[in-house]
């Protein structure tokens, strides 16, 4: 097994001046010292996009500052400047400032090649995540750490809070649902955040190759924090209040229903044109940045609004998936609720039982009493690779 590797880092970037975020978690004023002497003399890949910052500054910037040999960049879904459409083609390509390689990890090619790690010595991963299984940042987390355990890379991670990691809640993936939406059986909000969940990945024997595994801490953060991040992840997740709601309404991509993708509130309303006679609130879904050709675009899609409030969010749901949404759009869904949920509404859930359980009218209550088993179960593998204090 890999040898484990634990500094300290102030890399906590997100403050709020009021409500319900911790102002205890400071920006990073650009200390590096717990990492960079680790890479000096060394050829360094990154694995970046627009939330790799340091203060105001890219990481990129900063290494090189430093004088850090910056071979080349590998970026996930959504690119190097996080504005790629979720399942758009992200083509390899050259960065204009620095003249580095830009190597897309998306589509058909997820994991780095022999030939893409040659000349490599240490692969450093710092991206801002979300916390939610079927984000697809920690498949490309595993897979770059498989391949570097394969290849004799070193792996770094620049570890950062996870937005929901104060709580734990979903059904767990079973194995047959294996996807880049969910590589591994974990519940849909792990409350990890990625150096805790690569930690689990390697004690567990989770993944194909084992690299040697450092991880950079965060400073000031614990699993009852709440903070305001600076930039967002991708494209359509745009607040703070459309971070919480994720969890539950991305599994409505699933379905026939919009989470409006291609209007100005992505993930905070969602709706059909099927729903005109149930629900009275509208939005109509427009091709634009981040959004081409989004579902039901041109059409009006009647549904229901969410506040833009993230407290008013976090009170709703109450550190929880809240079913709510998804139990009443099907219900109110008119004609052919065959057709309702997709195929990919199973590798969302992680499980065929989530998509019988509301055609049978199951309530919310015991749904989730039946997610219970297998929660706990994670907890108990997830509490041995924690870093931080927990919310338990």
């Known amino acids: 097994m890999s040898t484990i590797a634990f500094f300290t880092l102030c890399c906590a970037h997100f403050c709020s001046a ?49 004088n850090i040999h910056i071979t080349k960049l590998f970026v996930p879904e959504h690119g190097f400047r996080g504005t790629a459409d979720a399942g758009a083609t ?17 589509g058909s090619h997820k994991k780095p090649t022999p030939a893409e790690l040659k000349n490599v010595d240490v692969m450093v991963y710092d991206l801002q995540d979300v916390g939610v299984r079927f984000y697809t940042y920690i498949s490309t987390l595993q897979y770059c750490m498989e391949a570097c355990g394969a290849h004799g890379v070193r792996f770094m991670i620049l570890d950062r809070p996870d937005p929901n990691g104060f709580y734990v ?23 990890m955040t990625p150096g805790e969940y690569a930690n689990m990945l390697c004690g567990e024997k989770l993944i194909d190759s084992v690299p040697e595994l450092m991880v950079i801490k965060c400073k000031n953060y614990d699993h009852t924090k709440k903070y305001n991040l600076p930039t967002w992840p991708s494209p ?98 008119p004609d052919a609720k065959d057709s309702f949920f997709s195929k990919f509404f199973v590798k969302l859930s992680g499980t065929p039982q989530l998509e019988q359980q509301i055609k049978n009218g199951l309530s919310e209550a015991a749904i989730r009493s039946s997610w219970q ?18 919310f338990e």
Not at 90 to 106: E, H, K, M, Q
Not at 241 to 250: R, V
Not at 291 to 315: H, M, T, V, W
């Open 18 to 66: 009021q409500g319900i975020f911790d102002t205890t978690i400071k920006p990073a004023d650009h200390d590096t010292s717990a990492y960079i002497s680790l890479l000096k003399n060394k050829n360094v890949a990154l694995i970046i996009n627009q939330t790799s910052m340091i203060g105001n500054s890219s990481l990129l910037d900063v290494l090189l500052r430093n």
């Open 169 to 191: 809640d979903g059904p767990v993936l079973e194995p047959q649902q294996s996807s880049f939406v969910g590589l591994q059986k974990i519940p849909i909000v792990y409350g």
């Open 236 to 333: 359509n997740l745009r607040s703070m209040a459309a971070i919480y709601a994720y969890p539950s309404l991305c599994l409505f991509e699933g379905t026939k229903i919009s989470v409006g993708r291609g209007t100005e509130r992505p993930f905070l309303q969602f709706g059909s044109p099927a729903l005109q006679s149930k629900m009275p609130y509208c939005f109509t879904p427009l091709s634009g940045s981040g959004a081409k050709s989004p579902f039901y675009e041109g059409q009006k899609c009647y549904g229901e609004s969410l506040s833009d409030d993230a407290s008013a969010i976090l009170q709703l749901t109450n550190g929880r998936i809240y079913l709510k949404w998804l139990i009443d759009a099907y219900h109110f869904y």
């Open 373 to 390: 088993p297998g929660i706990e179960a994670f907890k108990a593998i997830r509490k041995k690779y924690l870093l931080y204090n927990d």
């Open 90 to 106: 992200v083509n390899n390509a050259t960065d204009s400032a620095t003249g580095t390689p830009i190597i897309s990890l998306y």
